[in-house]
């Protein structure tokens, strides 16, 4: 008989949840937690004679008492979730506390690294610089840290002003048609997906065999190719128009980013080929759901057997988890793409 089994921390209290939820994708730099709590011992509640509607208490002595039911957390609060079994707990978000919510119980929810950038606003202004300085400039100040695989791509003519933090991050996704997410504190930004932004946590294998240590694959289905060639679409100020194309592939059916001009080839094209295979895709992918053992990672390999169906064995991609903790025992449901039998 397993026991779940929790290490949590808020600021500078050790809690015990009586549940935990959080979500976390290599296709979004926000990752989320929310951590639930009983009300007591953490909402604090003074003896008062009166209690009025709008949240004001007067005390035996009759000195008013502002704000009484207030709990020991503050909005961004460092925290560290770790769950598991019998003490055999794995982190599975680091960040901060973004809302405190009073119900009937009390909610704690929390945003990843990218909360640090949500109130920073940036005025720079580049003639010529890379990617890795703009960001390494974004995050000065912050706990934030570069992942050393992020690409550096030369700019040129870059600025900003007054741009939320945030907003810096969702130029870079789209202006530069670049992958972003947060491993923990490190912040990834480049063409491929398939990589490992923390050196402290490199992305490790799984191993998953269906219907003994899965709870669910039910999602986990066959794809067919869409059929579309993507083409990088570049517009300098002149109105002179590049494309880069995949080197294969060809459909009549074309879907084109735009992204600024003047990026270089090499980046353009290693972009426009893992976009081109994801649309060229015809194995398997989907969710399945796991305990919470074993553990997973976003971008972790995931190595299925499936005896009932064989064709659904291989290597799969962890992009996205979502994690359920609490009465109802631990889950972990994690969207998969598979890369084949030996990738």
């Not at 912050?142 to 810096?168: R, Y």
């Amino acid at each position: 008989m397993f026991t779940l089994t929790s290490d949590i921390q808020i600021g500078q209290y050790k809690v015990k949840p009586s549940a935990v939820s959080w979500r976390s994708s290599t296709g979004s730099f926000t990752d989320t937690c929310q951590i639930t709590l009983p009300l007591s011992p953490f909402v604090r509640r003074e003896q008062s004679m009166t209690d009025h509607a709008d949240g004001v208490a007067e005390t035996a002595s009759g000195a008013v008492v502002r704000n009484f039911k207030e709990a020991p957390f503050r909005k961004g609060d460092k925290v560290t979730v770790c769950l598991g079994y019998d003490g055999r707990n794995k982190e599975v978000f680091r960040g901060f506390v973004n809302v405190i919510n009073y119900t009937n119980q009390l909610i704690v929810e929390c945003e990843g690294y990218s909360y640090q950038l949500r109130n920073k606003y940036f005025s720079k202004s580049y003639k010529q610089t890379t990617l890795r300085k703009i960001l390494m400039d974004l995050i000065s100040g912050t706990d934030i840290k570069l992942s050393p695989v992020c690409d550096d791509i030369p700019l040129q003519e870059v600025w900003f002003k007054n741009a939320p933090g945030h907003k810096v991050l969702e130029w870079v996704q789209k202006e530069l048609c670049c992958r972003m997410w947060f491993d923990g504190e490190y912040l990834y930004a480049g063409a491929s997906k398939f990589v490992s932004p923390n050196p402290s946590r490199p992305a490790t294998d799984v191993k998953v065999k269906i219907g003994w240590n899965t709870v669910s694959a039910d999602d986990l289905k066959k794809q067919q190719a869409e059929e579309v060639e993507i083409n990088i679409v570049e517009k300098d100020p002149a109105g002179t128009t590049k494309k880069t194309k995949p080197e294969s592939k060809k459909y009549s059916n074309v879907k084109e980013v735009k992204v600024r001009a003047g990026l270089p080839a090499n980046f353009l094209q290693k972009a426009v080929q893992e976009r081109q295979q994801e649309k060229d895709f015809e194995g398997y992918e989907g969710s399945i759901v796991l305990f919470g053992e074993p553990h997973v990672w976003k971008s972790d390999k995931i190595i299925v057997t499936d005896d009932r169906f064989p064709e659904r064995s291989g290597n799969y991609f962890a992009e996205d988890i979502e994690g359920e903790y609490g009465e109802g025992g631990f889950r972990r449901k994690v969207k998969l793409r598979y890369y084949g039998k030996n990738g």
